[in-house]
């Protein structure tokens, strides 16, 4: 079976990251594969082993989902939508998939709406039409008006035969962010959380008693990074160290270091997963991605929700982990080196948990389920 995959990260890069992972599952059923990113390129995932076809790439501008921008830095300008749609449409029209996937749309992602939208209706007119998924995590950013969840179900409901939704339902329903109609009821499947097997251990052991910083793969968090470099400053008998993510990471990390402080600073590493397993604790922010990487390598955490502008997601999703031993959680407002300190302590001090009582095979049970769609062609 071919398989295409369309997928657009504006800030982070959990989404394409969730992609990958989804995208080497079905390779490993057999099917080919073609991941199609709109995002900007994200070197620290792996890519080498997968299909991935590059559009010409977009960026949020910081939280406004709205207003895109190119690597330059320049407003997008329609000229250059337009590239990205033609491009997008081509390689459906190479690829001829039998499985069609977008990440997110038609959820989100409605400032590309235009491409999405030609998309399917070019997939639509293909000689063999493909069956048409949307994939979402667990949680999504609730529709800041009612109308916007009734387009999104418009669209469900003119193109895509079913929706896998990247949760286990006794965790987590996609009725705590989004409100789900009768008819998107009946297209719902959900496939359990979709992450990459577990790391294992860092084979030099890399991360030993350190309290490891992140924010992700985007040029975010520099609230989160100034305050644990002053939080290192109390603990200088722990060492602290950040993981700086972005396309800038370099210049960021310039900058940070004007902050005197203890603390070793690095870009982020491919290998990051594998620390987890090592780190005293954890402090992040709370994606999708990164919480089940904290579940799987049972390490205690400090959650600092991603807050900005109105995105509610990242703190809905801790709220559902608080209750687990070994997480602690703070509000961007509240966060001074004092309060992170005083949460690390807590979370370090908590019974371990355990990784068994989750389910982490989303990816192949999403698998399970497209092939079954697809066999049931009419």
Known sequence: ???????????????????????????????????????????????????????????????????????????????????????????????????????????????????????????????????????????????????????????????????????????????????????????????GFVA????????????????????????????????ALQAARLMPDTPWRLLVGGSDAKARIEKLSQTPSPAKMEPARPDFRQMLTHVAASVSMCGYNTALDLLQAETPAVLIPFDAGKEVEQSLRAQSLTPLAGFEALRTAELTPERLIAAVAKARCAPRRSADQFQFDGARRAVEIAHDLAKAQV
């Not at 293909?126 to 529709?143: E, G, T, V």
């Not at 387009?151 to 895509?160: G, N, Q, R, W």
């Not at 006794?170 to 998107?184: G, N």
């Open 1 to 191: 079976m071919k398989v295409m995959i369309v997928v657009t990260h504006l800030l982070g890069t959990g989404h394409l990251s969730r992609a990958l992972t989804l995208g080497r599952a079905f390779q490993a059923a057999g099917d080919r594969v073609q991941i199609v990113s709109g995002g900007f390129p994200a070197p620290q995932l792996a890519t080498s082993d997968i299909d991935l076809l590059q559009l010409p790439a977009l960026r949020s501008d910081g939280v406004n989902f709205t207003q895109l921008l190119t690597p330059g830095g320049a407003l997008a300008d329609e000229r250059y939508y337009h590239q990205r749609q033609s491009a997008l449409c081509q390689a459906l029209q190479h690829l001829q998939p039998d499985l069609l996937i977008t990440e997110l749309y038609p959820f989100g992602r409605r400032s590309l709406r235009h491409e999405f939208r030609a998309l399917l209706q070019a997939a639509k007119a293909l000689p063999k039409p493909p069956k048409i998924l949307a994939s979402i995590r667990d949680i999504l950013a609730p529709p800041s008006k009612p109308e916007k969840a009734v387009k999104a179900d418009a669209v469900i409901a003119e193109f895509y035969d079913a929706v896998l939704v990247h949760s286990d339902p006794k965790a987590t329903r996609l009725e705590l962010s989004w409100p789900v109609s009768d008819m998107l009821a009946a297209k719902l499947h959900y496939t």
């Open 196 to 227: 990459p097997a577990a790391a294992g251990p860092h084979p030099a052991a890399e991360g030993s008693g350190e309290i490891l910083v992140s924010a992700g793969g985007g040029s975010v968090g520099d609230e989160i990074y100034q305050t």
